[in-house]
């Protein structure tokens, strides 16, 4: 697939200390300011509740980093309360605009595509009030994103960069069980943006080949730009925040720290048994993300060894999302049929910092997907010291060594995942050398690089334009 895309992975060029590289005279110019068009779900919402997911930590850590190397950001998002400021300074750099576009609560995701209109009139009223060429760049996230994008990026004669971050078709071709199908509307919408875009941004290679087969996109237009993780939130913690996975520089270490001991200590702040076996699930709550598999492995496990019931926790971190809003106690209901409620910790979402707890906390990530563009759960996890067991599906191989940072799955079955998690339960020892190694591995996934992978992007499809305005035929 190399061959197909722009490949920006790997350190950025120019100084390390992450300061902006000084464009040469005639150079390329990046943008010194970008309209970022998040429509279904604020940057502001706690992930893990309602829409809010992996896409609201990308957008807000991209953002901070392009405004740390001089490119300011603007995130537009549709108001969800009355009693939102009209902006919000998120960082230095990083201002969040409120658009009313719709009723503020109530409103289903299936529901967004009618007040598009709404919202697109905010976002160019915005637009009005300032001088011309404000905006250099549009990046839309997500497909309803991208319709908005399309239009503004036209009206106001700049190149529109378009991130999907999950694709109809590739989810309606996994599609788990009873869950309900993205609708023909998208695929639509989906096909129209990718025509439009100048650059569509893919999290992995696997992404950009599937939209080059399912989308026609022209392979020359994709770059893959892997996400990164908050090294500085995510990682591994002794006591009294100490850390053993970098210095006070934050130079990140990659082999001073004991993840034993980083989990011991977060468990006893969370009130674990400190020598349970912690399969944690952390997510939306949704067919897509299949928690149901972890716990039909867990009583898979309990069948084979009942005297593991007394030394085994299961947390379940999150909230009902999508198509998980029917049944929003269908999970515990499940819990309960198998036999293993008594084992099963359901706790709602949490911030960030508490999120990283629960990742140090836990003997092993499990996140059995049907369907994911990246999985940045995985890297989180695994920057906090703690090995993944993830199914073989879009961006987990990217995300998750195989083998070495954690185990991957083929398939949903919930037997491969009790046998994988049996290794764990004959090996307790095992958790503490993945995650060393899983620590290791996500500290290639620093959001300095994507940021500075993305600017590239950036420059490159204003040269583009530019140089299209100048060809007689452009």
Known sequence: MSQYVTRLRGRPHGPASGQPRLRRPGGPRRPRRVAMLSVHTSPLHQPGTGD????????????????????????FTRATTGTLPPAVELAPGVLVRHVDAGPYEGLAKEELPAQLCAFTHGVMQQWAGHRPGYYDLVHSHYWLSGHVGWLAAERWGVPLVHAMHTMAKVKNASLAEGDTPEPAARVIGETQIVRAADRLIANTEEEAAELVRHYDAAPEAVAVVHPGVNLDRFRPVVHGGAHGAGGADGSHSSHSFDSAASRAAARARLGLPADALIPLFAGRIQPLKAPDVLLRAVAVLLEEDPALRSRIVVPVVGGPSGSGLAKPEGLQKLAARLGIADVVRFRPPVGQDQLADWYRAASVLVMPSYSESFGLVAIEAQACGTPVVA????????????????????????????????????????????????????????????????????????????????????
């Open 52 to 75: 809010a997911g992996g896409m609201n930590v990308y957008i807000v850590e991209l953002a901070k980093k392009l405004a740390a190397i001089n490119i300011e950001v603007e995130i």
């Open 391 to 474: 199914a073989a599906v879009g961006g987990l191989p990217v995300a998750v060594r195989d083998g070495v940072s954690g185990f991957l799955v083929d398939g949903h079955d919930p037997a491969d995942y009790a046998r994988v998690l049996g290794r764990f339960v004959r090996d307790p020892a095992l958790a503490a050398r993945m995650g060393t190694a899983a620590a290791r591995h996500a500290r290639h996934f620093g959001w300095d690089t994507a940021a500075a992978a993305t600017g590239e992007v950036y420059t490159a499809a204003m040269q583009e334009r530019r140089r299209r305005l100048r060809s007689p035929r452009g």
